[in-house]
């Protein structure tokens, strides 16, 4: 009879645990929207999906000169 209300208490558990994990995560922001991609003091490089500081002349991954902004 215990182990019944033991299994019972663990699914319960899991199921409050998972609805609370499923709140905190909708409720919290991601952190795509807060990436410093958008910001106006970096640059995309396009081949690479990286972005870089406005200043670099050179591509931190491959070295490369990179043209002026």
Do not use: E, W, Y
Not at 27 to 52: E, F, H
């Amino acid at each position: 009879m215990n182990i019944g209300v033991f299994i019972n208490t663990v699914i319960s558990f899991v199921i409050v645990a998972f609805a609370i994990f499923l709140l905190i995560k909708s409720i919290t922001p991601s952190a795509k929207t807060g990436s410093p991609a958008g910001r106006a003091d970096n640059q995309r490089l396009p081949l690479l999906l990286v972005s870089i500081p406005i200043k670099a002349t050179r591509c931190p991954h491959c070295t490369s000169d990179l043209k002026a902004a």
